[in-house]
């Protein structure tokens, strides 16, 4: 005869960095006296901090933008900077650990807790909206975007994802507004394996979805990098993003 267990049963574990999840939020009134000069600094975390000129002391968007396999920071920056700069949005550009990002690799760790730490000093030095975070990025960084995105939709309130492959979030929380990107003759991350089964999906968890296919291949051409800025700053655009 089996006896009983009587021990209490376990506690629902804590979800932190093996999960995805980022603790760094924006504050009502950064440690830095003032924002950094217009340009581009490079942050204590590995990471880039993309300027613009003209950032007053009040809140502004931020955009997280997370570069493909073998790619480099500054390689992240120069999708989003025309447009970004031309409104006023700071970037941040954090480097993988790797040669791509840790939930690729073997799990979520190492590249969570560099975000982490990155988004952190900048909280500290730049002023940010609450609801005016988002989370962009290309090939393997849009599908890390989206999959942190979905993880820490109570930070990200929105996902720009150029050409991603797949997502993996562990767990899900909010429900931000998402983007997704595709080249119909993509032939690394080809669409019909990729962004057509994903946006579906997205779509059935009840994500406002904007989707866009345009011709050509596995890249992200300037207008729709333009366009993905200004359908995140302006949520109910007019007429097409873009021809």
């Known amino acids: 005869m089996t006896t009983p267990e009587r021990s209490r049963p376990h506690a629902e574990p804590e979800e932190g ?3 995805g999840r980022l603790s760094a939020r924006p504050v009502a009134v950064p440690r830095a006296a003032s924002p950094p000069e217009p340009g581009t600094h490079r942050l204590d975390g590995r990471a ?14 931020l955009a997280v933008v997370l570069h493909g396999a073998g790619g480099t920071a500054e390689q992240a920056l120069e999708w989003l900077a025309p447009e970004a700069t031309s409104l006023g949005v700071p970037l941040l550009a954090p480097q993988a650990v790797s040669a791509t990002w840790d939930v690729i690799v073997g799990g979520y760790g190492a590249d969570v807790s560099r975000i982490d730490a990155t988004l952190e000093e900048t ?3 730049v002023a940010v909206e609450l609801g005016g975070v988002a989370v962009a990025g ?7 975007a989206l999959s942190l995105g979905l993880a820490n939709g109570d930070l990200f309130h929105a996902v720009l994802a150029f050409s991603p492959g797949f997502m993996a979030p562990m767990i899900r929380h909010g429900r931000p507004r998402v983007f997704v990107s595709h080249g119909t003759s993509d032939r690394v991350l080809p669409i019909d ?3 057509r089964r994903l946006v579906p999906e997205l779509r059935d968890g009840g994500y406002d979805v904007t989707y866009e296919e345009f011709r050509g291949g596995h890249r992200v051409p300037p207008e729709v990098a333009a366009a993905a800025v200004r359908w995140w700053r302006n949520p109910t655009p007019e007429g097409p993003l873009f021809m």
């Open 17 to 19: 960095v093996r999960h």
């Open 48 to 61: 880039l901090l993309h300027v613009p000129p003209g950032l007053g002391d009040g809140p502004a968007p």
């Open 123 to 125: 909280f500290a030095r």
């Open 138 to 144: 290309f090939s393997d960084g849009a599908s890390y």
């Open 193 to 195: 394996r990729c962004s």
